[in-house]
């Protein structure tokens, strides 16, 4: 995702393109409970890092479904985060979450599902912390727990 954000725009904006009349780009996510940097040898950044290149990408995204748009193409993207990002972090056990909602917003989500870790700190923290998620909506795919899941529609429609 990070090297896609820096690629240099395409001279010729139907360069990735050329062989289809209708594209979708999607930008996925998922594993996301750290702030900081996880290996002091890589590029320094973390979380803010990351939400820079995510969001750099979308906006070039949105400039070539203008261009495309002009050639009678379509183009469309999604962003698409699929799970564990309340926990498990050091600082998870601390906040509960609550220091990824900040974060998660600035990725501008279109679409989320929950992994195994968001009910690290029990379903009603869970909804709590999806309750202050203000850029997505959260649906409960992949829980097989009927409770779990109908929990999580009613989260959704608060």
Aim: glycine letters at 6%.
């Amino acid at each position: 995702m990070c090297c896609a954000a820096r690629d240099a725009p395409p001279k010729d904006i139907n360069y990735p393109f050329k062989e289809f009349k209708d594209t979708i780009r999607f930008f996925h996510f998922n594993d996301v409970y750290e702030l900081a940097d996880q290996n002091e040898k890589l590029i320094a950044g973390g979380a803010p890092r990351f939400v820079t290149a995510l969001n750099l990408a979308q906006k070039r995204a949105k400039e070539w479904k203008q261009q495309l748009a002009e050639n009678g193409k379509q183009f469309g993207d999604i962003t698409v985060f699929s799970g564990d990002l309340l926990s498990p972090s050091k600082i998870s056990t601390t906040y509960e979450g609550e220091q990824m909602v900040a974060p998660f917003n600035a990725c501008k989500v279109d679409v989320s599902m929950p992994g195994n870790h968001e009910f690290d700190f029990g379903a009603v923290q869970m909804r709590k912390m999806i309750a202050k998620m203000t850029t997505s909506e959260y649906r409960p795919l992949g829980v097989h727990d009927e409770e779990k899941a109908e929990f999580l529609k009613k989260s959704a429609e608060m």
